[in-house]
């Protein structure tokens, strides 16, 4: 075998080895990657029968809630692990999709014959692969590309990465003579415990490197080991990255989450800072720029062919959220209202708080919340604007349009080019595609998949026996006074324990216990836009 060969096999033998949940990943969803390049003036294929390609793919938890959404599309995804590969066509099968097509294919393997494709997705495998694979990547991502297609790579970058560096060798040290993955990660454990609270306090770098290590710490197994101690992990600059991409005939559209490529995000002082010292400095630049300012250590970039590189817009064009659909995901903080009486505050998953006293942008926000799920046009968020400010025309629509602007800095604005296909009938309650098999299949300890959202975000959903047994009711067939009934007998049988522990089997007059338990699991499937 040659040494490319070895490292492909190496890296096959540890997926397999440690395999991992295969989820769902928002910001590479073919979707989310469409609306953003038209808001850098790109056009991109309708998602109903587009073709998407996705590079190491796992067991397909990133491809599944987009073919499951677009049955006339084609999807492809490709992996080295046959173990994972095996798992997802297994879902696959289950699910009933015949767009899915998962294969266990090395990426240097692809050629002309596997076609073109609209969006093809390359999430957390470029820094992980050998020199050889990642020029394989760009070539895919420049061959395989359909004209007005659009890639999608994500990767670690420095300086960000320095500290997960220091890390990465320190775990690394500990577990070289670790002979299983188990006995890899108990040492690998070990260093972080030292790293996180062993540190001499004259060491300069004692504060980054704690508080990584504690970080680090909270994370999932399979994480630490695949990021921090496989035998590949390769970080760049950003500037690195934009020579690789140039090199390979593609060009830079956006990071996937743009609002972080926003200065003003960060604070005045880092806006005004960056302001002068990256004065008459091209795009490419001010971003590296910015890296260095904010310390950011993974990128998503979104790349089309080179060609179309005249076509892209340095910023964002807000107008064009007036031909999208929008929605929100905020938290209300009731008691920071009440102590601060004339403010709403919300915030994001992302713990981004956002205060406001304009009547308009909270009308604007509480009607997103109440849809949630759904989204709603523009035009439907221009009449909420415009009703509570009394504006109209012009006015209205760019008061709507700051707004829009305002959600999406603090990273709680969801937004798309087609509608998504969330009604708002709870009559008769229906998970949506999929999540109904997923649900009643999550007990089965080996299943590789995550649950989805039609917004293609990673939902975690607590899959205990009443919400296995109220998901296996919920194909809308039931009045939900059905669903109730037919959850109360179980609970009084004895068929399913109630999650509070509480005696139900033989009592009488549980009607209300068992209305309270399924309002709280359809507010928890709601809440994760699990139904239509």
């Known amino acids: 075998m040659t040494e490319p060969d070895l490292l492909n096999q190496a890296i096959s033998d540890a997926y397999d080895e440690t395999p991992y949940t295969s989820n769902a990943l928002a910001q590479t969803a073919p979707g989310h990657l469409r609306a953003v390049a038209h808001l850098y003036g790109l056009d991109s294929a309708p998602l109903a029968t587009a073709r998407v390609l996705e590079l190491g793919c796992a067991a397909g938890g990133n491809l599944i809630p987009f073919a499951v959404a677009n049955p006339d599309a084609q999807v492809i995804g490709i992996d080295l692990s046959p173990e994972q590969i095996n798992a997802g066509r297994e879902i696959a099968q289950r699910l009933g999709l015949r767009n899915l097509d998962l294969r266990a294919l090395s990426i240097t393997d692809i050629d002309d014959s596997l076609g073109k494709f609209d969006y093809i997705i390359c999430h957390g495998v470029f820094s992980w692969v050998p020199p050889v694979v990642r020029e394989a990547i760009l070539r895919v991502c420049r061959d395989n590309l359909a004209p007005e297609g659009l890639a999608f790579i994500s990767y670690n970058v420095y300086p960000g990465w320095k500290t997960s560096d220091i890390l990465r060798d320190a775990m690394q040290l500990n577990s070289f003579s670790a002979t299983t993955p ?118 998503q970039s979104i790349l089309v062919h080179a060609e179309r590189a005249d076509q892209i817009r340095e910023k964002p064009e807000a107008s064009h959220f007036s031909s999208m659909f929008v929605s929100v995901q905020l938290q209300s903080e009731a008691e920071r209202d009440r102590a601060n009486p004339g403010h709403r505050h919300f915030r994001t998953p992302a713990n981004t708080g956002l205060a406001t006293q304009d009547p308009s942008l909270i009308a604007l926000i509480e009607t997103l919340q109440e849809q949630w799920p759904n989204a709603i046009s523009f035009e439907q968020a221009q009449t909420i604007v415009g009703t509570k400010s009394a504006q109209s025309g012009t006015a209205a629509e760019h008061a709507t349009l700051l707004h829009l602007i305002t959600l999406m800095n603090c990273g709680a604005l969801r937004y798309r080019r087609e509608p998504l296909g969330y009604g708002n009938d709870s009559a008769r309650p229906r998970l949506i595609p999929g999540a109904r098999e997923l649900i009643i299949a999550a007990s089965e300890k080996t299943l590789q998949v995550g649950h989805y959202n039609l917004w293609h975000q990673w939902v975690n959903l607590s899959t205990e026996p009443a919400t296995r047994y109220v998901a296996s009711l919920l194909d809308g067939s039931l009045p939900q006074a059905e669903v109730r009934t037919q959850l109360r007998d179980a609970l009084t049988s004895g068929r399913i324990p109630h999650p509070d522990g509480l005696a139900l089997k033989g009592a009488r007059n549980v009607d209300p216990v068992a209305q309270e338990l399924l309002v709280r699991i359809l507010d928890a499937m709601r809440s994760g836009g699990l139904l239509m």
């Open 182 to 299: 188990a006995e890899k990660l108990k040492k690998a454990k070990e260093m972080l415990g030292l790293l996180q609270h062993g540190l001499s306090p004259n060491n300069l770098m004692r504060e980054a490197i704690s508080k990584a290590a504690h970080t680090l710490s909270q994370q999932p197994d399979h994480y630490l080991f695949h990021e921090y101690l496989e035998m590949i992990n390769s970080p760049c600059y950003f500037l690195e990255f934009i020579a690789s991409i140039q090199q390979a005939d593609l060009a830079y559209v956006s990071d996937a989450q743009p609002e972080g490529s926003f200065p003003s995000n960060y604070g005045q002082a880092t806006a005004a800072a960056l302001a002068t010292m990256s004065a008459g400095a091209d795009r490419v630049m001010r971003e590296q720029y910015l890296d260095f300012a904010v310390g950011r250590q993974f990128r």
